[in-house]
């Protein structure tokens, strides 16, 4: 089956301790994308990836970093995590980029940072 | 930045209705729309996408609309049914894709 997948789904933990969501994808995608959701605002951007080892910030990319060694994977780390980065985060990954076409994306990490 | 969807946050229909979501966009410039579904707990999933050179494009029991001339882009869910219960939103891209807040759609038995 198609998917992206995620892990943990969900999080809490305490400010300053680091920590890694990983996300995988097993449809080829060249193109992957990390955004945070929260309440009353779209979807916006962190970081994104047009293939191995190419990486870009998006909207919002302050106090998180991406990694992109192998095609499949996409961790999102966060070094020092602050109570301000408590949301719901969603990988996605997609054959035509980010601006247009489809994104699968994965079920979502909802992380608290207490 | 601009915003993207000035979505109504609900919408209540009874199932076997016709379900209309809104989405207005205000970059005049954006030739890409798409909606996605995201039902609670999952991760968003596409629907039907539009680009700017067309005005209507129909999936299955769904139809997109696109008014230019008012930047305005609506969702249309025919015989809806309690599944399709989630929230929808639109994104819209010229650059980058902005994605809108969403609108809960809420179907009544």
């Not at chain 1, 910030?57 to 990694?67: A, L, N, Q, R």
């Not at chain 1, 996409?74 to 996605?92: G, H, V």
């Not at chain 2, 129909?58 to 882009?73: A, F, M, P, S």
Request: glycine share 8%.
């Amino acid at each position: 089956e198609a998917q992206v997948t995620q892990n943990p789904r969900y999080l809490i933990t305490v400010t300053g301790k680091k920590l890694t969501v990983t996300c995988s994808q097993n449809m080829n995608h060249e193109y992957m994308s990390w955004y945070r959701q929260d309440p009353g605002l779209g979807l916006r951007q962190i970081y994104y990836s047009m293939n191995v080892e190419v990486t870009d910030k998006g909207d919002v990319p302050e106090g998180y970093k991406v990694s992109r060694k192998e095609k499949r994977n996409f961790p999102l780390i966060l070094e020092s995590p602050s109570p301000n980065q408590t949301s719901l985060y969603f990988c996605a990954s997609s054959s035509s980029g980010t601006r247009t076409g489809e994104q699968f994306f994965g079920p979502g990490t909802r992380l608290t940072v207490l | 930045g601009e915003s993207v969807g000035l979505h109504l946050p609900t919408l209540s229909v009874q199932e076997g209705d016709n379900s209309i979501i809104n989405c207005a966009y205000s970059n005049s410039a954006s030739d890409y729309f798409i909606w996605y579904k995201q039902e609670s707990g999952k991760g968003p999933q596409f629907i039907i996408d539009i680009r700017s050179n067309m005005d209507k494009r129909q999936g299955q029991r769904v139809t997109v609309l696109l008014n230019k001339t008012v930047k305005h882009l609506s969702l249309q869910i025919a015989a809806t049914q309690p599944g399709d219960s989630a929230v929808y939103f639109c994104a819209e891209s010229y650059n980058d894709m902005r994605f809108g807040a969403g609108t809960r759609l809420t179907v009544k038995p």
